[in-house]
């Protein structure tokens, strides 16, 4: 039994005891590859190594030293890994070949279990990270950075996966690609603090990849922002969405998603900051949208629950395409809401509809957003508060909150900062500088004659802003 | 003409309407910013507060001060001066006067609490209005005898350009929405100055939204050079013309 | 040579002749006293020779010079208006400066003699908006008088001021004749009007119906003073005219 139990033990310290294979500048890479045995480790010394294709066909862990450079000279895939339990780390990674054929990578790997990809960088490449039926795999602390000069049909997906499950993809950063991070049949895998940035098309894009979960990641400045279809119990939670503008740009685009939860995201300065397209059951809970020409576009088809979410400075805040009546609004905070509060208990006694019938007139004749923020508009938008006439009657906040939920105003402080691509500060609309309470309580130590005659003076214009500030 | 500017400037300095709209100005503008602690939203309701009453308030009291006046500018027609000169010199004196205002008033605060691209296009937008609007009172007041009639002329001007236009417009915009109209809107839009000053701060506030749907017919009109000088040609014939109907009209002036 | 010669001077407002058919002429030091029932239209026939209302027929010269387009020939007017408005927030000091700097000093120097006798110098440092109609009326005797005007013309001067300015000015009209001014001055005080006229100009229906010395309409009536001589030479026109027919 015990001659059983050695006879077990022995490869498994043969493994921990695996050789390490130094390569130095001048030295092959592939030779050296090709000499490992099973779970041997390359360890690839600063240096460029242009070699074209360079295939990892057996278990090994391949680590560079001083940012390695390994150029695939543009003749196909880079790095090929064909095998299990194989971990990269520290190396550079370019010169894909561009190919209306081929799906072309800076690492790709194919239907292995237990990848891991670590801290390496892909600079220029054509797709950058490609997964394919694998099971198991960490990519995290990767910066994929496209060309930001190369026209939309040479460029591919940053971080690229198909088929797989069981994955970890963490900490990356991917800029200047078709699509930032690409999942299609991805199932129960986490994507977690993540920045997608500065991406042609979508900054995350995915597709029938169930019970997936998105947290703390970041999404700014992509064409298309953010789009998820076709798929059931994701869960998006504490993520960005920020600056994407365009045509046909989102925050976040769901279509035809079940059973998704989307909690405590931020949106900000979008064309749209979420649009629910055909979603059954989705929770929207605690999220903030500020300064997007539409917080939320919710379609007719969809049945959504919103609660606790906060929506200030957006153009629209909601806006919808029929009669809807299967979501629900209850509990969230809106700028435009002029209700009062006489119970003190912190919700509006009065309901608040959000729809605009200038929504709805833009809806129908984009070109009337000539007319926005006019006088004439805020006047209607008022009155068909007051009476509505036009605006379906069952879609209205039924206790809206007096106050937005400070979790809320902290979530777009840290919005403030937000870097541009050059880490520069956005100023412009959407980033809300002060928390409420802050401001309100600096007024008050400074002179209570003062706060009344202030009060007397709002008084005194308060038809004007009444009149003027609703639209 | 510089002469008679400069004393009336110095008169309209101390005059205590024209310091009344400066502090009116200066408590909307303060008052907002305190009140409200999202600067940009403070922001979005100052421009619609500013589009709206700059014009409004320029045009009344350009119109009353006219009356007001009208015994020195008597004095000043006995004078060896062009009438032209002098109807000149007073649009130039309380257009300066009121832009001093509206510099202080809005000025100082947008740009101690909002400096940045919006607050100077809202600065360039209330500029022209005002610029606008007290050749056009000035117009309306050489134009009538009676003081009232002209007042309210003014306000009939103001609600045409801040109501009744955009209302014509989106009624346009109704009737011919199966035809090709969408070219025609903006251009149409941007006659009225009021609209123009609107567009202009609205482009920067809310791009977000335009750029998704009109962005393209925005950017095809006020990207373009030839739009931007539409609108300027625009904005300055609605400068120009009300003002050389005052000079016209002071010139036939019977006093 | 006349200072001032109106040819055919007419005004209409509307379909309503206010003047018409005004022909006569001033020589220079004359005082003429423009007289008339209200609404004859002497207020339209001073404003037409100051440039103020531009005559639909007719034409004035002033010095042979044709009042019209050139606003040059006022240099050579004063005109104190029956009530004057001045900006209010400028202090007196500033007005007068003010008008310095748009006429230009005739050749003698301005002449500030009327500061000191209507005792303006001592409201220099006021704002204009202070001041009361009487003060404004003297502010605005001083600014008549003071670039020495060839021509000078004064509607209802004395209406608003106190019996001392009211002399003190009359004084200075007297003055001002002496040094060669044609002076023009409305007024309903025919004690004035005897007192100072040279001539007597009436209006009526906006027609000049004369324009003699006062002597000649006392003289001609038998009357002792101008008040009472004015009605009966009236009657007497009157009957002339009818006669004429």
Redesign the interface.
Known sequence: MRTLLLLLVTPLVLTVEAATHVVRNGASLAAAIARCAENDTVLLKSGTYAEGTITIARPMVLRGEGWPVIDGGGRGEVILVKASNVTISGVEVRGTRVSDMNDNAAIKCSDGTNITLRNNRVIGCFFGIYLSGVEHALVSHNRVIGDAAVQENRRANGIHLWKCSDIRIEHNTVMHHRDGIYLEFVTDSQVANDSSAFNLRYGLHFMFSHRDSYTHNVFHDNGAGVAVMFTREVTMTDNRFLHNKGTSAYGLLLKEINDAVIERNTFVDNTVGLLVDGCNRALVKDNTYTGNGWGVKLYANSSATFKGNTFGGNTFDLATNGDLLLSTLNGNSWDRYRGYDLDHDGLGDVPHRPLSVFGLVTERMPYAMVLSRSLMVNLLDQAERVVPTMTPAGLEDTAPLMRPPEKANLTVMRVLGCEGENGQARTEAGAVRRPCYASTSTVFTVHTRTLFRLYLFVNCIAFFTCALSNG | MW??CR??L??????RSAVGYTVLLL??TT??F??E?????AL??L???VL??TPLLTLVFTIIWFYG????T??????????SAITQAQYVAVTGALLLAFWLGVGLPLLAWAP???SLTLLAAGSLLTTICCALGLWIAVCQRDRAKAVGIGLAVWVLL??VW??L??WL??SF?DRP??PL??PL?ALNPI?LA??MV?F???????????????QDFFGSPGGTLAALSALLAWTLLPLWRAVRGFQ?K?? | MDRIVFSGLGKRYGRQWVLRGVSTAFAAGEVVMVAGPNGSGKTTWIKCLLGLVHATEGTIAVNGRCVGRDPMYRAGIGYMPQYAEFPRELTVDQLLRMMNDIREAPAGGTDDRLIGELGVDALAHKRIGALSGGMRQKVSAVLAFRYRPEVLVLDEPTAGLDPVSATTLLAAVQRAARAGSTVLITSHIMEEVQRLGDRLAYLQDGRLRFALPPDTIIGATGEPALALALPTFLAQQAEQHVEGL
């Open positions: 002469k008679v004393y009336t110095l008169d309209l300095l101390r005059n408590l909307i008052g907002l305190m009140l602690a999202d600067n940009t939203k979005i309701t421009s619609q507060v709206a009453i006046q009208y015994e020195f008597v004095l000043l027609a006995v004078q060896p001066l062009r009438r940045g691209a919006t801040v109501l955009d209302a417009l989106l915009m109704y929405s109209i969408e809107i903006v839009a609209d609107r567009m609205m920067r506030i809310d791009l977000a939204a335009l750029l998704g749907y009109t962005g393209a017919v925005y036939r019977d006093l």
